[in-house]
């Protein structure tokens, strides 16, 4: 992954700041290794062969519209022109390292948004994959005992079944240190739950979550869940305002099984949230059924993609549907 920042200028002065991330999926030894019919391996072909090359405006690493932030000295329409600009510089430089872009993709806005970026990117296919599931926290709620009690009987008692079921396991907030003293551990943790993803465009590096908390410090939580002293999982979340970002976990499944470890993982994020005063959990994709039996809610999400080939792009709608993952699930309504 390559990393680039766009800076968007009036006057020398700042007013519109963008991410973009380049990903070289020819390094990648695996897409995900969950499911295995003819439908993945004709997906892992394609994406090798055509698609190899992508150019993401956004947070492939975060879910929401982490794209671009703008003041209010500059519009939504200037602003989304100047970064289209911006981006066929950039696919430019890309061009004379040798490095074509095959895909670019805008991803993650809510419907709102993407109504408005339609009208800019009308050249682009308008796709939608798996929601975001958010968590709205209500102002009432001061405690997670606060979370129980609203919750009907059914899911309350599940919530107790669980809180049993992880009796004997130590939760730490883990230090930079502490995170590099269990460095591997985490790592294959980490890729354990990852591989087994139906569909990855990237891998964590294994001094990945150190680094990120050098950065980001306090903002950057890492919570290492511990049976007889040995790391049998790890949560990590992202405080991003008034909002809680989930990042990613890793658990060792056989334990996680028996003792419900992510389902109180997640009642441990809902718990951290509430005592905090945080108005939201983005709780991101993947695991959508589980995450709504917590109360977490969908929200769809829209992205643009366009093909540098003008034959394939011409049939990017079908293609995309094609190889895009099926997800089957129910949504759960676990509130009184």
């Not at 329409?77 to 670019?104: D, G, P, W």
Request: glycine share 4%; proline share 2%.
């Amino acid at each position: 992954m390559q990393c680039h920042y766009i800076g968007i200028f009036t006057d020398n002065e700042l007013v519109g700041i963008a991410l973009t991330q380049f990903l070289n999926l020819n390094l990648l030894n695996s897409f995900g290794e969950r499911d295995h019919s003819v439908k993945t391996s004709v997906r892992n072909f394609v994406f090798k062969n055509y698609c190899s090359h992508v150019l993401f405006i956004g947070n492939n690493m975060l879910t929401g519209q982490n794209a671009f932030v703008y003041s209010n000295k500059i519009g939504f329409t200037e602003t989304l022109n100047t970064l289209m600009s911006a981006v066929e510089e950039l696919k430019a430089q890309f061009k004379q390292r040798n490095q074509k872009i095959h895909l670019t993709v805008y991803k993650d806005f809510d419907k709102n948004t993407s109504n408005y970026i339609s009208n800019s990117l009308k050249d682009f296919y308008k796709f939608t994959t798996q929601p975001n599931m958010l968590f709205k926290i209500p102002k009432e709620w001061k405690t997670e005992l606060d979370y129980v009690n609203a919750l009907n009987k059914k899911y309350r008692d599940q919530y107790k079944r669980a809180r049993k079921k992880i009796i004997g396991i130590e939760k730490k907030k883990l230090s930079c240190e502490e995170i590099k003293h269990h460095e591997k551990t985490i790592h294959e943790l980490y890729h354990h739950v990852a591989k087994n993803a139906p569909f990855n465009t990237f891998f964590l590096t294994e001094n990945h979550f150190c680094e990120f908390k050098k950065i980001i410090g306090d903002d950057f939580l890492f919570y290492g869940y511990f049976l007889n002293d040995k790391m049998i999982g790890f949560n990590t979340l992202v405080k991003n305002s008034k909002a809680m970002d989930t990042y990613f976990l890793g658990y060792d499944d056989t334990i996680q099984r028996e003792k419900m470890l992510y389902l109180n993982m997640l009642y441990d994020m809902i718990g951290y949230s509430i005592k905090k005063e945080f108005n939201e959990i983005v709780f991101a994709r993947t695991a959508l059924e589980i995450k709504s039996s917590v109360g977490a809610k969908p929200e769809k999400m829209f992205g643009f993609i366009k093909h540098s080939n003008w034959f394939i792009d011409f049939f990017i709608g079908k293609i995309f549907c094609y190889l895009e993952p099926e997800t089957l699930w129910k949504e759960r309504n676990p509130f009184k």
